[in-house]
């Protein structure tokens, strides 16, 4: 486990396109309730093998990095995270910097090289 490395909760919606290891689409709401969409590769989201026939939607994670804590004026902490560290994930919109609450932040349940080492295996 990398102690630099945390993740966020994501909700698997659906499964979106079969290339090889096969893409996922997930969503999150960040601390000001905006929906942020990523699309990426099985592995980065899920330990499991999900594909078409998987139940959607189900829990996943983002894995990311912290920049920042402040709070807000109504005193909730605020964590700005990035996407782009460990698994350079972005949303539909080319984001991948975020401000969550607190509470959204995991500890990294992956070793620090499982998206790197799931591809290397599966190249």
């Not at 807000?72 to 605020?78: A, S, V, Y």
């Not at 991948?96 to 190249?123: K, M, T």
Request: negative net charge.
């Amino acid at each position: 486990m990398n102690s630099n490395t945390y993740c966020i909760p994501v909700r698997i919606v659906r499964f979106v396109d079969e290339r090889f290891p096969g893409w996922l689409q997930c969503e999150f709401t960040d601390a000001d309730g905006h929906s942020h969409i990523l699309i990426d590769k099985v592995p980065l989201f899920a330990e499991e093998n999900l594909n078409e026939s998987s139940e959607y939607p189900r829990e996943g994670i983002v894995r990311c990095q912290i920049l920042d804590r402040s709070r807000d004026n109504n005193g909730r902490e605020l964590i700005r995270i990035t996407t782009d560290r460990p698994d350079i994930v972005e949303s539909n919109e080319g984001l991948s910097e975020f401000v969550v609450l607190a509470d959204q932040i995991r500890p990294d349940p992956w070793p620090s090289s499982h998206g790197q080492l799931w591809d290397e295996q599966h190249s």
